[in-house]
């Protein structure tokens, strides 16, 4: 016993002393331990801390952990050393967060769902803020007050599914500000202040399949717009202040089956031939289009004017595609708009619908399963948003283990570290 502890110098045993002390005391503990105030799940490892009145991210997150809760904080500050974790879920909404330093999720490598929404004081955002989320699908920032985006803030977010940026105070969008995003699919600008939608503002959207961009202030489209928008099928610019829509944009979204253009002040003069000629061969599902001017066609609908209505307008623009027969709709457009209006309930369409609400046409669209839509919409959804300890009765929450409880509960790893100790001491002292 005493030769072992002569073969090893003083100074090697005191060092081999503090490597046990700091793979005990730390690793170990990185592992396992649930941050005070927080509540833990294995499986996947949930790391909760919501309503809690946190001021910053605690620090002590396990660095594994799969989903990290901190909603309805009053946390105010993100920087790059906030994060000493990875996750694959991040919800920070509901909190006072009022400056994101660049770079500050750099480190979360993996994360895919990030939700900042509800932060009403987060007016501003810095251009490298995303930086590094290359894997985010999902990015929540509905009511921030944002009244501006930094041109690179979508840099490289090649992964992003889901961009939620209603409800704030937008009144520009910039060219290009989207173009990385080719993955995107769903992209909810309503509630804005937009007032134009320029050439190139959505340029690169190749997947883009719903536009929500109601209530805005929008009064002009360039024709160019919607050039890249070959795969929507949801547009939504209801409650605007459209006069016209240029034909080509139309044109340009191929795919669409659901279109909503009420509550804008449409103009059935001649500028409205081309948007009324892409209606006659369209077959989709659309909104009320109700003429505001001139004074004689006010009140009637757009899609269903004559042929003769425009019997006085120059020739409508190039390469648009000319009725050939003289009756106003072919025998198939009839068709569709008389099944449409037979068939869906006319209430969703006839006034502005409230907000996030879905016509039961749009609900019963084939391709798409109810639940799955409403679970991207935010925070609506009280089911799936539902952790303890702000979930209805009668919810499972069995598996959890809490800071309180932990100490009860001695892990595996723990004990494996303990017997590691037991043998390293055994080893040096014999
Ligand atoms: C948070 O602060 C509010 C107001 O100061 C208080 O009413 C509430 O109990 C606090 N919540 C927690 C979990 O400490
Ligand atoms: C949010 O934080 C700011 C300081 O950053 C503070 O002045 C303000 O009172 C906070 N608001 C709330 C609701 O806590
Ligand atoms: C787009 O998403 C698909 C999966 O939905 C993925 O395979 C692909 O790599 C993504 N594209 C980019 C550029 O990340
Ligand atoms: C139309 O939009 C404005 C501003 O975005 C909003 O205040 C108003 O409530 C909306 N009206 C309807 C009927 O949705």
């Given at each position: 016993m005493c030769k072992v502890i002569q073969a090893v110098p003083r100074r090697s045993s005191g060092l081999i002393l503090w490597l046990i002390l700091w793979l005990v005391v730390v690793k170990p503990g990185g592992v396992t331990a649930c941050p005070i105030h927080c509540v833990c799940y294995p499986s996947p490892m949930t790391v909760s801390c919501q309503s809690q009145n946190l001021t910053i991210v605690p620090s002590d997150v396990p660095f594994d952990s799969q989903r990290v809760f901190l909603q309805n904080n009053r946390i105010t500050q993100l920087r790059a050393d906030s994060f000493g974790f990875e996750t694959q879920v991040l919800w920070l909404y509901g909190n006072n967060i009022t400056w994101i330093e660049a770079g500050a999720f750099s480190n979360l490598r993996v994360l895919e769902e990030l939700d900042l929404g509800d932060n009403p004081s987060l007016r501003h955002l810095e251009g490298g803020a995303f930086r590094g989320l290359e894997k985010l699908q999902s990015l929540h920032m509905h009511r921030c007050r944002l009244a501006a985006l930094p041109?690179?803030?979508?840099?490289?977010?090649?992964?992003?599914q889901f961009l939620y940026l209603q409800?704030?105070?937008?009144?520009i969008l910039q060219d290009d500000l989207f173009s990385d995003l080719v993955n995107l699919s769903h992209l909810f600008l309503h509630g804005n202040r937009i007032r134009v939608l320029s050439e190139n503002v959505f340029r690169g959207l190749v997947n883009l399949d719903r536009l929500l961009i109601h209530d805005n202030r929008i009064r002009q489209v360039h024709r160019?717009?919607?050039?890249?928008?070959?795969?929507?099928?949801i547009l939504y610019l209801f409650n605007n202040s459209l006069a016209e829509l240029p034909g080509q944009a139309m044109r340009d979204v191929q795919g669409i089956q659901f279109l909503r253009l009420n509550g804008n002040p449409w103009s059935c003069d001649c500028e409205a031939q081309p948007l009324w000629e892409w209606f006659r061969t369209a077959r989709i599902s659309s909104s009320e289009v109700v003429c505001t001017s001139p004074s004689q066609r006010r009140g009637q609908d757009l899609r269903f004017l004559r042929e003769l209505d425009f019997a006085l307008c120059p020739v409508p623009d190039p390469g648009s595609p000319v009725?050939?027969?003289?009756?106003?709709?072919s025998s198939k457009t009839r068709w569709w708009f008389s099944k449409t209006m037979k068939t869906f309930p006319k209430t969703p369409f006839d006034s502005a619908p409230a907000k996030y609400e879905m016509s039961d046409a749009e609900a019963a669209l084939p391709k798409l399963d109810p639940e799955e839509y409403w679970a991207n919409y935010g925070n609506e959804d009280a089911s799936i948003r539902c952790f303890e300890p702000e979930c209805?009765?009668?919810?499972?929450?069995?598996a959890f283990y809490s800071s309180s409880t932990r100490t009860n509960v001695p892990s595996f790893l723990h004990l494996a570290s303990l017997s590691v100790v037991a043998v390293s001491l055994h080893l040096v002292f014999g």
């Open positions: 041109h690179d803030l979508f840099h490289k977010l090649y992964s992003l409800e704030n105070q937008l009144n160019k717009s919607f050039r890249d928008l070959g795969r929507l099928t009725g050939t027969t003289t009756t106003t709709f209805p009765p009668g919810f499972d929450n069995s």
